[in-house]
T-cell receptor, first 117, second 113 residues
Framework: DTEVTQTPKHLVMGMTNKKSLKCEQH?????MYWYKQKAKKPPELMFV???????INESVPSRFSPECPNSSLLNLHLHALQPEDSALYLC????????????????FGPGTRLTVL | AQSVTQLDSHVSVSEGTPVLLRCNYS??????LFWYVQHPNKGLQLLLK??????LVKGINGFEAEFKKSETSFHLTKPSAHMSDAAEYFC???????????FGGGTRLMVKP
């Protein structure tokens, strides 16, 4: 299985709602990532988990809360979002430790299209 | 610090003609370089990668790229464009000698019939 899956594909939520995005991979990868992508822009890194521990938070607002329950799963909990948070949220995974050379290839999921009303 | 510049934000070609998407990078060490493709409302798919082996890298769907250290370039080419190649293409370099990625701004490839 060489796939990263994400659910849901689309999500519409109000500013007072609480929702979660889910990501799963079964490639034995030990690094997992959340990216945010606005229209016509490259992905922006939000969080990195390495061996189930949060290793990088790119100064993301606390209304986004990541969670890594095990080595195959990655969640992103959403609460009190703003309309400007509407974007495509991409999950990715890669092999190895974060400092390994030549381990940079990341496998991306199809994304969750989030709309905040 | 690492950076990636994609020299064209939009490229338009006719079907059956060659494709050239240009990418220049800067890095303080020997980087790994990638080209990813993103079709509308889809995730990113790896086209090819350079990791200090052969400088001419062949990827999927007939794409290839040549790493030129003297020019700090990693341009993507394809001999003959197909309608299905219309998409957004990102040139990417590893950040800080690890597996963090720095993305270029993207090039939108349009293919005319």
């Amino acid at each position: 299985d060489t796939e990263v899956t994400q659910t849901p594909k689309h999500l519409v939520m109000g500013m007072t709602n609480k929702k979660s995005l889910k990501c799963e991979q079964h490639m034995g990868h030990r690094a997992m990532y959340w990216y945010k992508q606005k229209a016509k822009k490259p992905p922006e890194l939000m969080f990195v988990y390495s061996y189930e521990k949060l290793s990088i938070n790119e100064s993301v607002p606390s209304r986004f809360s990541p969670e890594c329950p095990n080595s195959s799963l990655l969640n992103l909990h959403l609460h009190a979002l703003q309309p400007e948070d509407s974007a495509l949220y991409l999950c990715a995974s890669s092999r190895g430790r974060i400092r390994d050379l030549n381990e940079g290839e990341q496998f991306f999921g199809p994304g969750t299209r989030l709309t905040v009303l | 610090a690492q950076s990636v510049t994609q020299l064209d934000s939009h490229v338009s070609v006719s079907e059956g003609t060659p494709v050239l998407l240009r990418c220049n990078y800067s890095s303080s060490y020997s980087p790994s370089l990638f080209w990813y493709v993103q079709h509308p409302n889809k995730g990113l798919q790896l086209l090819l990668k350079y990791t200090s082996a052969a400088t001419l890298v062949k990827g999927i769907n007939g794409f290839e790229a040549e790493f030129k250290k003297s020019e700090t370039s990693f341009h993507l080419t394809k001999p003959s464009a197909h309608m299905s190649d219309a998409a957004e293409y990102f040139c990417v370099v590893t950040r800080n000698a690890g597996n963090m990625l720095t993305f270029g701004g993207g090039t939108r490839l349009m293919v005319k019939p």
